[in-house]
């Protein structure tokens, strides 16, 4: 370190006075262009926090001579946006679930509604592309526990299923056979080897075959006598590939054992009846979505408590 500042010879600048092993700092002043840079920087912000919200206060901040904020200029792009779009809401609002795919215009705007309604509220359970995972069903197939056509997509979105406090939702709970002792193991193994059988998983065996018995008295009165399910009590189809907590014998176990208890949201509580219509054309739109029957109604015919599946 050196003792005291000196002029380089070379450079004619006066040292800062450190030095390194034999490396000076010169005292260069700083450029001008910098300088100004510097001071026009602080001229403006003196500038903003006279013009705009600054300081932070006890309650809220300064509002500035302007009075403009970030937050009130999206409040004000929202209220045009949903001026804009008022009409065709409307318009929405008036029309019959069942009927808005038979106005191409609407069914268009509902459908595109419909889809950034999904990425805010849905994507978190459905996925991005709404095709589910463990516990948490794929709507872009047709295998539907409550009905696929647009109005039973409309009550299942508005009611939610399985809402205890909600006297209007989708409700079915399945015997826990083996937890509560209705089923011994060795039966509910064979009633999973009856289950692979039908969903042609397995080959026919002795234990399927005493399993058929044990489907026929305890399963049979939800699911049917093939395993063809049945949507009134919002029992699963249990001869396809679709498993909504797992087709394999461990998961089929735990769910005849422990039975499962899927729960969705009444989202009739939370969104307007405009996006619920939006969201549910938007979820029939998917590929899924199955045609009206010839004398449907707004209100599809809800569910009583009833046997749940090995699926849900």
Known sequence: MADKKRIDEVT?????????????????????????AFYASIAWGVVYVVLFPAWPLVHGATQGVLGWSSHGQFEKELAA????????????????????????????AAVEGGRSAFKVHCVQCHGSGAAGGKGYPNLNDDDWLWGGNIAEIHYTIAHGVRNPDHDKTRLSQMPAFGRDGILQPEEVSDVVSYVRLISKQEQASPSAQRGAKIFADNCAVCHGTRGEGNRQFGAPKLSDAIWLYGGDRDALTASVTNARYGVMPAWGARLDPVTIKMLATYVHALGGGEALPDKATARPAAAGKATQDVKD
């Open 81 to 108: 946006d949903q001026l804009k779009k008022a009409p065709i809401r409307a318009a929405i609002d008036r029309t019959p679930i069942e009927q808005i795919p038979d106005n191409p215009a609407l069914f268009e």
């Open 12 to 36: 004619g600048v006066s040292t800062a006075g450190h030095e390194w092993d034999g490396i000076e700092e010169l005292d260069n002043p700083m450029p001008r262009w910098w300088l100004w």
